[in-house]
């Protein structure tokens, strides 16, 4: 069984920088690409971004490009999303994801199914202005 723990969010300034966390268990972290989302009060949740399996290559939102950063650590099981220059309009809960089945591509994780994704509880990040 996949779980996926998210840690780091709460409230910040705008300008500041948070850094979140994803451990994950139960199957072989490095053989599947990693997905962040977020969700902001009375809106549907969007991708921020995705790493591949091996970390070499990320992919961003317009929203977040160039502020936020994705990197992974499979030797711990971990994902991370370093957020920058963050904004009021950057406040939400934020999760991460995983595909369920292998094969799938890094930049193709955010045009997937909610179902076809293994999903963290999420984490609050809130900005003020």
């Known amino acids: 069984q996949v779980q996926l723990v998210e840690s780091g969010g709460g409230s910040v300034q705008a300008g500041g920088s948070l850094r979140l966390s994803c451990v994950a268990s139960g199957r072989t972290f490095s053989d599947y690409p990693m997905g962040w989302f977020r969700q902001a009060p009375g809106k549907e949740r969007v991708f921020v971004g995705s790493?591949?399996?091996?970390?070499?290559?990320?992919y961003y939102s317009d929203s977040v490009k160039g502020r936020f950063t994705i990197s992974r650590d499979n030797a711990k099981n971990t994902v991370y999303l370093q957020m920058n220059s963050l904004k009021s309009e950057d406040s939400a809960v934020y999760s991460c994801a995983t595909p369920k089945d292998r094969g799938i591509a890094a930049q193709a994780v955010g045009d997937l199914y909610p179902s076809s994704l293994y999903w963290g509880q999420g984490t609050q990040v809130t900005v003020s202005s």
């Open positions: 790493i591949t399996y091996g970390g070499g290559s990320t």
